[in-house]
């Protein structure tokens, strides 16, 4: 059966991002990647120039349509304790089908820098927000006297707990370990006094 002449450039960023994500970037091979996307090489060239032009797209679909909505979710629309929980929860939560998942993939993209330096202006991106996010969080939150500080130590959590999900993707142990550092982190910051 021959593959189909036009595309849904969504669902093409979509199914690289699923490869991408699964394998990394230099495990990828440009077949699998046409296998992947249903697409020709020749249409893979034409429409995304390179490998790695395909996955900067694949990155910046990412921060747009997965990491935004589940900041929007959780941090913006929900800015409590309980919504930072799940945020931090919901980055390493998937079904067994997709346990590759365990790791947010800009924290994955993020390992792959030093060989793709151009990526690194989307991952700073990424950063900021997931920074962002959390300030909204805390503005919302009573007694945080240090919301940058605060905010940045947040962004180090979670970025460690992403890679902890990528080593160890134990949910339980992942969860207990939340919960504790982010109750220990806000209430430190709760019993602290201004000066």
């Known amino acids: 059966m021959g593959r189909p002449s ?3 450039r969504q669902q093409v960023l979509s199914d690289a991002l699923d490869l991408f994500w699964s394998s990394g970037f230099h495990a990828c091979s440009l077949k699998r990647l046409e296998d992947a996307t249903q697409m020709h090489p020749g249409s893979l060239y034409y429409h995304f120039h390179n490998k790695e032009r395909l996955y900067l797209l694949v990155l910046e679909h990412y921060l747009q ?3 935004q909505p589940r900041i929007d979710k959780y941090l913006t629309y929900s ?3 309980l919504g930072l929980r799940r945020f931090f929860t919901s980055g390493y939560r998937h079904r067994d ?3 590759y998942r365990n790791c947010c993939f800009l924290v994955s993209a993020s390992n792959e ?3 793709l330096p151009a990526a690194t202006e989307l991952a700073q991106r990424g ?3 997931l920074q962002s996010g959390f300030l909204t969080t805390l503005n919302n939150l009573s007694g945080v006297i240090n919301q940058e500080v605060i905010a940045g130590e947040l962004l180090k959590l ?3 707990i992403q890679l902890m999900a990528r080593v160890n993707p134990n949910q339980q142990a992942l969860d ?3 919960r504790q550092s982010l109750d220990n982190l806000l209430a430190g910051q709760n019993q602290a006094k201004p000066m």
């Open 158 to 160: 979670y970025l460690g």
């Open 127 to 129: 950063m900021g927000m």
């Open 176 to 178: 207990r370990q939340v």
């Open 97 to 99: 089908e997709t346990s």
């Open 113 to 115: 820098l030093h060989t």
């Open 79 to 81: 800015p409590n304790s």
């Open 65 to 67: 349509w997965q990491l």
């Open 6 to 8: 036009s595309f849904n």
